[in-house]
């Protein structure tokens, strides 16, 4: 096969001849992905790794005019791997949730058993931090009453209070990892910082 086919008088190569059959027909490669896999985003991105793969492959074509019904297999192809791989990655998630609820690590422990072992720090940094902060934390975070009845009572909004929460906590982290240094990056669970 000549690596040169003649066309409109210009020269042109045959993976300038592929990429425009295939461009001339962009939206309805888009429109066929769309139907199958019913996410624009991911359509998308399998037309994007399919016009690779021909430019890839392109010499594997004996015609550009049979680009078109070529480039639908290997959409065609795309969109198999794609739910292949999702049923595989859909397994592993349940084999893994499986696992974690025969051991019991699904539940979330609750507010009292997680308490003993919060960093000892906390309730120092708690007092050196803005009274306003100090509260909001001890409240919503530590007592676990709900944040849109703390925001009523302080007569203020929920969108409010959550931007008050965010700061205090930012402020509580800024502390911890001062005084705390590499404890906090492992949550501050069963910390060391007073051994």
């Known amino acids: 096969m ?3 086919a003649e066309s409109g008088g210009t020269k042109r190569s045959v993976l300038e001849e592929v990429a425009a059959r ?3 027909h962009r939206s309805a490669f888009r ?3 769309v139907r199958r896999v019913a996410d624009e985003t991911v359509a998308e991105d399998l037309l994007q790794h399919g016009l690779l793969r021909a430019v890839e492959r392109h010499r594997d074509l004996q015609k550009a005019d049979s680009a078109v019904s070529w480039f639908y297999r290997i959409l065609r192809n795309a969109v198999a791997d794609y739910y292949r791989s999702h049923a595989a990655e859909h397994r592993k998630t349940d084999g893994l949730m499986r696992e974690m609820i025969m051991t019991g690590e699904d ?3 609750s507010l009292d058993e997680v308490r003993p072992t919060v960093c000892a720090c906390l309730g120092a940094l708690l007092a050196g931090l803005r009274p306003a902060y100090a509260e909001l934390i001890r409240r919503v975070d530590i007592e676990g009453e709900p944040a849109a ?3 009523r009572e302080l007569g203020v909004t929920s969108n409010n ?3 008050r929460l965010h700061r205090a906590r930012q402020a509580l982290k ?6 705390c240094g590499i404890c906090t990056k492992h949550g501050c669970l ?3 910082c007073s051994d």
Do not use: Q
């Open 174 to 179: 800024a502390g911890l990892e001062r005084a």
């Open 149 to 151: 009845a703390v925001a």
């Open 2 to 4: 000549a690596s040169e």
């Open 107 to 109: 539940k979330t422990p």
């Open 31 to 33: 429109s066929f992905l």
């Open 22 to 24: 295939l461009m001339e």
């Open 190 to 192: 069963n910390c060391t």
């Open 161 to 163: 209070l959550t931007v």
